[in-house]
């Protein structure tokens, strides 16, 4: 008995050590010294060749789609000759370890490259050529927000708000309406102040819907709607001062093309801008900004807050109910801006920065970089929802010359959702390139003279995600640090708190937010909303 | 008196437990296999039901639940209903472990009378394959019981069959095994996630109180037991033994008490109307026209009537059905008339946009039929719905990626079929997913079969906003894109006879010629012959050619009306009249009097 077990375990031995050793060697990285050459770089996804990338992203791991049986990567920094990274295996998804991408970008190349070999069936080692990615010396806000959501058309499914931290895979739920308790709530148009995440604004749509408003770590939920002003507020944009907000409230409906690619298009029925000031939770407009014949939407502070851009445009039909509205293919707007003097409360008269139809097209989504010198807008042929557009793209005007161009990191598929890093080289925004459906976020970095290069698509940690995923990634907004509140907070504030309600709701005060104000008004009676 | 068995018994004696097991395994297998049907269970379950996902993300999602690990095994195996044989096969060897188990467990293994009850499981089985599953609409259904019970089995077993004579050592071991097994999966899972997050539901139902029911039965049955054979052993009680021929008649009485029982049990639940429900569903989403009207010609007018009243939108969905199948096998113009019919029931969308409201099988439906029809966008756009209000339905991925793949937007095609082969919710979904993907990977197109090709080249060209839908106008459209849209047509002929536009109908004359109609389709026939005996006709008769069939027809039913009038019948009397002769009520003829509400004239 005692010599049989005795076998058994030095067969159980032997069998281990084989299994080790199997396995180390399998571990070991092959010998490709030598190996032919491909004599054309491979077909990567995402396609990060080329491209500019922050020294803080996360590890770039893509699918190599090319055929074979096994696949090597190497990873070095520009000039040395000895890979830093180097991840061997049979699966076509690369996936670089996090350390030691840390530690390649920490040395500050100015570019990595990428030497990619498969095996192919027949056993035999192919080099294809080299690939970089040039690594910009300045780093990208550490934290992007953002929802995902299915395509969407009359219905609404699951939506969730998300915070990722774009040097790490780690992606945190803030908010799920599926958590919410009549499963109701739609989520949109998150905004922050100077990128930064404990001043911010969300809206809520539904039964426990409103404003959701983040100042200096307290949240609260707002009722922005008035009688006069039905709609909830959306796209808003913070005073540089973080006193004021403004939004556009619309009445946004869709209608379906039943020919051509794109099913869906968005009319922007009726819309008005109003403000809302922090300190004492009011909501009020001036008629300039709130024409009944005029559209206004996307309101944008200029960075010294001394005015505040948004798009406008004229409202050709008079029946807000009928859809599509007639003439609807004709709405274009420009981008116009209003002083306002925040101290006084005293409004200026609107001017005209970019006429639609000198352009051709029409603006939307105005963001202006930290300093003031660029303005990127969205520019489609018509209307409004540039994400339906496969023709929206990203236009950068130059505020010092007045002059406006396309950007170089627009594609044939819609561009938009567009967002500036707080140091100003950093544009994130949406876009349907990838597969002409799916809006993904993508980077670019934006050189002194305005100029964007080759943008990259967010890294995932699992490669193939960009494939099979059918999410959207919409409204990216670069941020510098995490959401300083709990997910469960925000759902407790949602679901439990009262709506707060400004003294001024009715917008009714003639008060401005440093003094006695003048052109603040009350709405109309049978205003548009 | 106690009857033993006697050791040395003929072959079929000393075997028969085995293979009274076999044979009835056996039959239960061919039950299930070609009475139930576990392709339409699955096929219902992926529709309609909750999901289930065999990703370890879905595992992960819910190990802090208890049960987790059953419940993610049951929807697994569940998952292979999609192939029939391999369905039974599964179903079948639950009902044989359960039976085992529960043999196994019994103290009076000898006693061949008390083992029959070892096959009630697998009896209760059959019973929920009767029912579809619909009584357990957990995922994984029945299944997820069965292999909790199993469990629980396995646990008294161990309880039972321990050599320890210890009652608490025996006990607690059982319960060790049925914690470990079915509990401590979600709970260890918890810990290792960190403190405050085992939010785990506690889930009782599960085998820990079968298992306590059953170490209690079985220590008093054994209790019992011993007491009778001490009692026994006093009364000095001479055993009895049978012989070999009286064992095999018992065997062959026993077997033949099981196979009565098991098919009364599964005669007095069988659902006819919930299979021919489901199978009229599976044949609708794979395509089975053919069969679709084989199983539709087995509905009778009081069934067709009961669903209408009942179940409005249901009684719409199975004539558009229907509709459509006649369509897909040429069939439409010539016997839709033989079904009960109603225009909203065509396309849906009337109905639809009147009721404003979110009607998933409506949707599901006119979604398949757009598609088909070359209303590509509209397609799209209500699968889009679908996938936003009802989930990540395989069929509703399947027909996102056939949208586009029709519309040759073939980057997003691939991200739909990517998505739906990693969804891991329909082994069957999974591999047409895969086998398209292969292709477009390895020749950069995907694969289009003829019903595609035909769709992209019925596709409308002409883009425009849809304000309202008509079914006829929305035809009409698809015509003037691409006159040869023989479907379109035939839809836009069946609403002119639905709602007697037969001015539009005597217009469409030339297009039967133009698209090849050897001759003209009976119901139009009948049409035509309605409208021409009008005083509005606009076309004559011998502009068109009547076969002699539809000629008689139109005189047998003009001349049973006037025989009822004159006899001094009412409207009432007509229609029982007609009703009463099964060829006239097949034709439009009859939809045209019986659905003709009169209006009043003035008082006399």
Not at chain 1, 382 to 407: E, I, V
Not at chain 2, 239 to 260: C, D, E, K, Y
Not at chain 2, 409 to 418: I, V
Request: hydrophobic share 40%; with cysteine; aromatic share 10%.
């Amino acid at each position: 008995m005692k010599t049989r077990l005795s076998w058994i375990a030095v067969v159980a031995a032997v069998a281990s050590g084989g299994v080790a050793i199997a396995s180390v060697v399998a571990h070991l990285p092959p010998s490709v010294d030598g190996c032919p050459d491909a004599g054309r770089p491979p077909t990567i996804s995402p396609d990060y060749a080329g491209v500019t990338i922050p020294p803080n992203i996360a590890p770039l791991n893509f699918l190599i789609k090319e055929p074979g049986t096994a696949f090597m990567v190497r990873v070095a920094a520009d000039g040395d000759g000895k890979p830093a990274i180097e991840v061997h295996g049979r699966s076509p998804a690369i996936r670089f370890p996090l350390d030691a991408w840390r530690r390649l970008l920490d040395r500050k190349p100015a570019a990595v490259s990428f030497d990619v070999f498969v095996k192919t069936q027949d056993g035999h080692w192919t080099r294809y050529e080299r690939f970089s990615a040039s690594v910009a010396p300045e780093a990208i806000d550490p934290y992007l927000f953002y929802r995902k959501i299915k395509p969407m058309y009359n219905s609404w499914g699951p939506i969730t708000w998300h915070q990722r931290h774009v040097e790490t895979f780690r992606e945190d739920c803030l908010l799920d309406n599926a958590r919410m308790d009549d499963h109701a709530g739609c989520m949109n148009c998150h905004a922050f102040y100077q990128n930064r995440p404990d001043t911010m604004v969300v809206q809520i749509r539904g039964p426990r819907g409103g404003m959701l408003v983040l100042r200096d770590g307290k949240l609260e939920k707002v009722e922005t709607r008035t009688p006069r002003n039905k709609a909830p507020a959306s796209v808003g944009s913070w005073h540089p001062s973080g006193r004021l907000a403004a939004f556009s409230v619309n009445k946004v409906v869709q209608a379906f093309h039943m020919g051509g690619v794109e099913v869906r298009d968005a009319m922007d029925m009726t819309s008005d801008l109003i403000l809302y000031r922090t300190d004492d939770r009011s909501v009020f407009s001036t008629p300039r900004i709130a024409e009944p014949a005029w559209l206004e939407a996307f309101p944008q502070w200029s960075p010294d807050g001394k005015h505040l851009y948004f798009c406008r445009a004229p409202k050709p039909w008079t029946d807000d109910d009928t859809v599509p509205p007639e003439g609807y293919q004709n709405v274009r707007y420009s981008l116009v801006r209003i002083a306002y003097d925040i101290d006084s409360g005293q409004w200026g008269d609107i001017e005209t920065v970019l006429d639609a139809d000198a352009m051709g097209l029409s603006i939307t989504e105005p963001r202006f970089s930290p300093d003031g010198r660029w303005c990127v807008m969205c520019l489609c042929a018509y209307s409004y929802q540039g994400s339906f557009k496969a023709d929206a793209d990203l236009y950068l005007l130059d505020t010092a010359t007045g002059q406006c161009r396309r950007m170089e990191c627009s594609s044939d598929q819609s561009d938009t959702w567009h967002s500036w890093s707080s140091n100003g080289r950093w544009l994130a925004f949406s876009s349907r390139r990838r597969d002409g459906q799916f809006l993904k976020t993508y980077f670019s970095y934006i050189e002194s003279d305005g100029t964007a290069r080759k943008p990259f698509l967010l890294p995932q940690e699992d490669p193939t995600d960009h494939d099979d995923n059918i999410l959207l990634y919409h409204l990216p907004e670069l941020v510098t640090g995490p959401m300083p509140v709990e997910a469960r907070e925000i759902l407790r504030v949602i679901q439990d708190s009262e709506l707060v309600t400004g003294d001024a709701i009715t917008g009714a005060s003639r008060r401005a937010v440093g003094g006695a104000p003048e052109g603040a008004y009350q709405l109309p009676d049978g205003g548009k909303h | 008196m106690t009857t033993v068995v006697p050791k040395r018994l003929t072959w079929l004696a000393a075997k028969g437990i085995v293979l009274r097991y076999l044979l009835l395994l056996a039959a239960f297998y061919a039950y299930v296999l070609l009475v139930v049907d576990t392709r339409l269970i699955h096929d219902r379950y992926i529709s309609v039901s909750m999901r289930f996902s065999r990703t370890w993300d879905h595992l992960l999602a819910r190990l802090d639940q208890t049960g987790a690990l059953v419940a993610y095994a049951a929807g697994w195996l569940h998952q292979y209903y999609c192939h029939g044989p391999l369905g039974a096969a599964i179903l079948t060897l639950v009902a044989a472990a359960l039976a085992a188990g529960l043999d196994l467990w019994m103290p009076v293994r000898r006693n061949s009378w008390l083992r029959l009850l070892s096959f009630l499981p697998a009896v209760g089985l059959l019973v929920a394959a009767n029912y579809y599953d619909l009584k357990l609409p957990h995922p994984g259904g029945p299944l997820l019981y069965a292999l909790g019970l199993l469990l629980a089995l396995l646990a008294a077993n161990v309880h039972a069959h321990l050599p320890s004579r210890r009652l608490h050592i025996r006990i607690a071991s059982g319960l060790i095994l049925a914690v470990i097994v079915y509990h401590a999966g979600g709970a260890i899972y918890s810990v290792a996630r960190g403190a405050g997050e085992a939010t785990g539901r506690i889930y009782l139902p599960g085998p820990l109180p079968i298992f306590v029911g059953l170490a209690v039965v079985r220590e008093l049955w054994t209790r019992w037991l011993a007491a009778a054979a001490r009692q026994a052993a006093r009364s000095k009680t001479q055993a009895t033994t049978r012989s070999p021929a009286a064992a095999v008649a018992v065997w062959l009485v026993q077997l033949a008490i099981l196979a009565g029982a098991g098919a009364a049990v599964a005669q007095a639940t069988r659902q006819p109307d919930l299979r021919m429900s489901f199978q009229l569903d599976f044949c609708r989403h794979h395509g089975l026209w053919g069969e679709f009207l084989e199983v539709a010609a087995r509905i009778t007018p009081d069934q067709f009537a009961h669903v209408a009243r009942s179940r409005p939108s249901d009684a719409f969905c199975l004539n558009h059905d229907i509709n459509r199948a006649l369509c897909h096998q040429g069939r439409l113009l010539d016997d839709m008339f033989a079904y009960p019919q109603a225009p909203g029931g065509l396309l849906l969308v009337d109905r639809t946009d009147r009721t404003k409201e979110f009607i998933r099988p409506e949707v599901e439906r006119y979604a398949a039929a757009f598609l088909e029809l070359g209303r590509v966008n509209a397609a799209e756009h209500a699968a889009h719905e679908l996938l936003q209000v009802d989930g990540d339905r395989p069929a509703t991925l399947r027909l996102l990626a056939e949208v586009n793949i029709v519309k040759d937007q073939r980057p997003a095609a691939q991200t739909f079929l990517g998505y739906l082969r990693q969804l891991r919710t329909s082994p069957c979904h999974e591999r047409w997913a895969g086998d398209l993907l292969e292709h477009y990977r390895l020749h950069g197109e995907f694969p289009l079969d003829e019903r595609l090709r035909r769709i992209r080249q019925w596709n409308l060209r002409d883009d425009y906003i849809l304000r309202y839908s008509s079914v006829f106008d929305d035809m009409q459209r698809l015509l003037e894109s691409n006159p040869n849209n023989r479907m379109a047509f035939e839809y836009l002929v069946a609403d002119c006879l639905l709602n007697r536009r037969w001015d539009d109908l005597a217009d469409q004359l030339d297009r039967f010629k133009a698209l090849g109609y050897a001759r003209l389709p009976r119901h139009v026939q009948e049409g035509l012959m309605l409208y021409t005996a009008g005083p509005n006709a606009r076309v004559s008769r011998d502009r068109f050619v009547c076969d002699a069939a539809v000629r008689r027809t139109y005189e047998r039913f003009g001349r049973t009306v006037m025989i009822v009038r004159q006899r001094g019948g009412a409207r009432p009397q007509t229609l029982r009249a007609l009703a009463a002769d099964p060829e006239l009520v097949r034709t439009y003829f009859w939809y045209v009097y019986s659905t003709f509400v009169p209006v009043e004239g003035p008082a006399r």
